[in-house]
């Protein structure tokens, strides 16, 4: 469910080929342009809607990215001032940035001890 901040209603977010659009919603962020993100840790994905409910776009499982993009049990979801969005990926031990529209940037942060550009 979204909210509509303003004038404090509940709305219903929409099911995406009549499947839930949220399995296990772990955290949520609402952006500066209020979008609303929603970090799915049994589906792996990010998510991201409307104030009024409407799917935006979805990252990570079932899209096409790379195994180095994928998400492992995504958790906290932020944003930078730029509206870059910072995932931390439970399972994989790192932080992703991705752009304000759901793209994969790099990785932020690991725990490998090789060093990053």
């Known amino acids: 469910m979204s909210s509509d901040f303003s004038v404090n209603r ?13 399995k296990i919603p ?49 958790h906290s979801i932020c944003t930078d001032p730029a509206g870059n969005i910072l995932v931390a990926d439970r399972d994989k031990n790192r932080i992703v940035l991705l752009t304000p529209d759901g793209a994969f940037v790099k990785e932020l942060l690991t725990n490998t001890l090789t060093p990053m550009d």
């Open 26 to 74: 772990m955290y949520v962020h609402v952006t500066s342009d209020q979008a609303i993100l929603v970090s799915d840790g049994s589906t792996d994905t990010i998510q991201s809607f409307s104030l009024l409910g409407h799917h935006l776009f979805t990252y990570g499982a079932g899209t096409q990215i790379s195994s180095m993009e994928k998400l492992n049990t995504p």
């Open 10 to 22: 509940t709305r219903t977010i929409s099911c995406q080929k009549g499947k839930p659009a949220l």
